[in-house]
């Protein structure tokens, strides 16, 4: 059974900062990986799309990175901004039939 | 198009009432998902339909829940004799459809509290 972890749980950073955030997924057969963000109340924004075969997907000051055989991927943040204070979300894509499992998120708070 | 559109955005009701949301995905998308989630948690996978297809349930889904997509088009899911443990957040999401490469779009999501 896959099962998504994402590390910390929380961060709180001074506006500036570069950052990174960490997701582990358990079975490496995945399709594709994607990084949300999410405002208290509202709904998921999909940020990134890293396809099974690719390595690392950029938008502006995002960057992220998809490591299938370790299990891993990490979101870079540049520069934070205040702006950027939300949960981040990741979810991989099983390959049973589409949905998307989720990790708990990392709640980041980027301080001015 | 502007994107996934669920309905109502909130919805107070007393146990043991039914409820239904109501889920307008991205025009040309043939998938549609449901997801539940609870406070500090991430999303949990409920349903998908491919056009209108249900074609996996998670045992999330007890018979208490029913989802239907007509036509392919939007989809509604339904609580019926809610509990209190039902009160969450139940976002839904399109995509193309096809496994692998394609990027899924959720909607804001229906909050729902049983009291």
């Known amino acids: 059974k896959q099962e998504v972890t994402q590390i910390p749980a929380a961060l709180s950073v001074p506006e500036g900062e570069n950052l990174v955030l960490n997701c582990s997924f358990t079975d490496s057969a995945i399709y594709n990986l994607q990084w949300f963000r999410q405002d208290p109340g509202k709904g998921l924004t999909s940020l990134l799309l890293i396809q099974s075969s690719q390595r690392e997907q950029t938008s502006g000051r995002l960057n992220a990175s998809l490591d299938k055989s370790s299990g891993r991927s990490t979101l870079y943040i540049a520069a934070s901004q205040p702006g950027d204070s939300a949960t981040y979300l990741c979810a991989v894509e099983d390959n049973q039939g589409g949905k998307l499992i989720f990790g708990q998120g990392t709640e980041l708070s980027v301080k001015p | ?115």
């Open chain 2, 1 to 115: 198009d502007t994107g996934v559109s669920q309905n109502p955005r909130h919805k107070i009701t007393k146990r043991g009432q039914n409820v239904t949301f109501r889920c307008d995905p991205i025009s040309e998308h043939n998938r549609l998902y449901w997801y539940r989630q609870t406070l500090g948690q991430g999303p949990e996978f409920l349903t998908y339909f491919q056009n209108e297809a249900q074609l996996e349930k998670s045992r999330l889904l007890s018979d208490r829940f029913s989802a239907e997509r007509p036509k392919g088009s939007f989809s509604t899911l339904e609580i019926q004799r809610t509990e209190q443990g039902d009160s969450a957040m139940y976002l839904c999401a399109s995509s193309l459809g096809g496994r692998g490469n394609t990027e899924a779009f959720f909607g804001q999501g229906t909050r729902l509290t049983v009291v």
